[in-house]
């Protein structure tokens, strides 16, 4: 079954860094999202993308946050100066459609961003 | 806004005992729920879905009702598993359909 891959599984950064967290959706998936999960936290949206832009985002995803379709398998997330709130599991998501009734969302396994 | 709430855990259950995660949420609407579970190590997979009213999603031995009039979804199963230990999380999607909303997640121990 095709999946959701997130690369790297674990990065550290020192605070005040870039980083960038990079997905591979599903092939013929149309909508990404990215959400994260603050340690013992809940998992919070971020934002969604669709048709090379931005269709969504939350109030977490303030001007240090970007997102980008480099090419035609690639989603990535970058946030450009890191801080230690940052710290977290970062999920990447895909659907067909917008995610109601037969389109849910897949999820890969996460990175987890460690700002020391 | 939108939110969910579930069940605080860790819920720590023997095998083959009977399972009720509770589940409830505030929306404008009627969106749709589901339920999300998260095997250690690994990402969130869809568990279940509902996408209205008295519907029922099934999955793996697992089910959970729509619930209008008391705004639920609990999760039940009448049986765990060892393998169900994991972390479950419910949640409730927006009526653009483009933004999920999770509760705080239950994670479940069952012991053999």
């Known amino acids: 079954e095709p999946e959701v891959t997130q690369t790297p599984s674990h990065q550290v950064t020192q605070m005040g860094q870039e980083v960038i967290l990079r997905c591979v959706p599903i092939?013929?998936?149309?909508?990404f999202y990215w959400y994260r999960q603050i340690l013992g936290q809940k998992v919070e949206f971020l934002v969604s993308?669709?048709?090379?832009?931005?269709?969504?985002k939350s109030e977490i995803f303030d001007d240090q946050f970007s997102v980008e379709r480099p090419d035609g398998s690639n989603f990535t997330l970058k946030i450009r100066s890191t801080k230690l709130e940052d710290s977290a599991m970062y999920f990447c998501?895909?659907?067909?459609?917008?995610?109601?009734?037969?389109?849910?969302?897949?999820f890969g396994n996460g990175t987890r961003l460690t700002v020391t | 806004g939108n939110s969910v709430t579930q069940m605080e855990g860790p819920v720590t259950l023997s095998e083959e005992a009977f399972l009720t995660i509770n589940c409830t949420y505030t929306?404008?609407?009627?969106?749709?729920l589901f339920w999300y579970v998260q095997y250690p190590g690994e990402g969130l997979q869809l568990l279940l879905k509902?996408?209205?009213?008295?519907d029922k999603g099934s999955n793996k031995g697992f089910e959970a009702t729509y619930r209008k009039e008391t705004t639920s979804f609990h999760l039940e199963k009448g049986s765990v598993q060892v393998s169900d230990s994991a972390v479950y999380f419910c949640?409730?999607?927006?009526?653009?359909?483009?933004?999920?909303?999770f509760g705080g997640g239950t994670r479940l121990m069952v012991k053999p």
């Open positions: 998501a895909s659907s067909q459609q917008t995610g109601v009734g037969n389109s849910p969302l897949h």
């Open positions: 993308f669709y048709n090379n832009e931005i269709s969504e």
């Open positions: 509902a996408t209205k009213a008295d």
């Open positions: 929306a404008t609407g009627y969106p749709s």
């Open positions: 092939s013929n998936h149309l909508y």
């Open positions: 949640a409730q999607i927006n009526n653009a359909g483009n933004m999920l909303t």
